[in-house]
């Protein structure tokens, strides 16, 4: 059964970057492909991006010039990087896979615990 | 872009059958995904494809789609089911995700 996990500062100042790193277990990164998902305390879900088990990536239009997904398949993790944060990026933080019967209308069917990350000074 | 709209909120007594709506243009014409998600916990995938259910999803969670509605009914609805539910499709123009904003139920 693949699990995921997510890591990295739950406290990150602004203007700096946020980086953040998903554990994939139980199976391997290279046969599937992935996505960051965001929460904000009180809201709905925002899609961050998505990247292809062959590196092909996406982003989220309102966050594209700030983000960066990439895979580490050495060590079954996919990374997120966003930089120049404000406090609007204080959320939660979910990886999750792309479920592959329902492609290219992607659904998402596996997702880490999420972890927490507040901007602030 | 695409934009999918949900009620904030539905409530229902117990036993009684729950209709969560997602409304978009023609979102009969795309492939309409459901999440729960329980206070303090990550979302599950509870129907996509517009009506097909994950492994250990119960058959009390269904969904259906016509014109510019799509709808997920929950039937015998219990206490623990009171979660917020999200519709999601893709925007295939744009290539990008898109969320509903989340309709909350609660159970009397």
């Known amino acids: 059964q693949v699990q995921l996990q997510e890591s990295g500062p739950g406290l990150v100042k602004p203007s700096e970057t946020l980086s953040l790193t998903c554990t994939v277990s139980g199976g391997s990164i290279s046969n599937d492909h992935w996505s960051w998902i965001r929460q904000a305390p009180g809201k709905g879900l925002e899609w961050i991006g998505y990247i292809y088990y062959n590196g092909i990536t996406n982003y989220n239009p309102s966050l594209k010039s700030r983000v960066s997904i990439s895979v580490d398949t050495s060590k079954n993790q996919i990374s997120l990087r966003l930089n120049s944060v404000t406090a609007a990026d204080t959320a939660v933080y979910y990886c999750?896979?792309?479920?592959?019967?329902?492609?290219?209308?992607?659904?998402?069917?596996?997702w880490g615990q999420g972890t927490m990350v507040t901007v602030s000074s | 872009s695409s934009v999918v709209t949900q009620p904030p909120s539905v409530s229902v007594p117990p036993g009684q059958t729950a209709r969560i709506t997602c409304g978009g243009d023609?979102?009969?014409?795309?492939?309409v995904h459901w999440y729960q998600q329980k206070s303090g916990q990550a979302p599950v995938l509870v129907v996509y494809d517009d009506s097909a259910r994950p492994p250990g999803i119960p058959e009390r969670f269904s969904g259906s789609d016509s014109g510019n509605t799509a709808t997920l009914t929950i039937i015998r609805v219990e206490a623990g089911d009171e979660a917020a539910y999200y519709c999601q499709v893709w925007d295939n123009d744009a290539d990008h995700v898109v969320f509903g904003g989340g309709t909350k139920l609660t159970v009397l």
């Open positions: 023609n979102i009969a014409n795309k492939a």
């Open positions: 999750a896979r792309l479920l592959a019967v329902t492609s290219p209308d992607w659904a998402f069917d596996i």
